[in-house]
């Protein structure tokens, strides 16, 4: 089970805890990732990715083991913490000011 955690107004949308657990079959990249929690939560479905592009929305962060996943290609596998729940994948609003 892939581990994700949401922030607190991908929360509110999807009507769920912090702490998701999704079943990845074959390869566990980041796009087999979002793709299964939008499956799972369509209301989810445009505001992670772009629902045509399918590119990550600005303001929004992926991280896991303590590295920015956010610009690294979408097929390139999560660390092996992820894939194997040990760590989980943290979706964070970024945080934007002047």
Excluded: K, N
């Excluded at 994700?4 to 990732?33: D, F, K, Y």
Aim: aromatic share 4%; proline share 7%.
């Amino acid at each position: 089970m892939i581990r994700v955690m949401l922030p607190q107004h991908l929360r509110t949308l999807a009507q769920t805890g912090s702490e998701i657990e999704l079943a990845i079959e074959g390869q566990v990249t980041l796009r087999a990732v979002l793709d299964a929690l939008e499956a799972r939560y369509p209301t989810l479905r445009g505001t992670i990715r772009d629902q045509t592009t399918l590119e990550r929305r600005p303001f929004l962060r992926f991280f896991a083991c303590e590295q920015d996943l956010s610009h690294e290609p979408h097929d390139r596998p999560v660390p092996d913490e992820v894939a194997s729940g040990a760590e989980p994948l943290i979706i964070l609003g970024a945080i934007a000011g002047g």
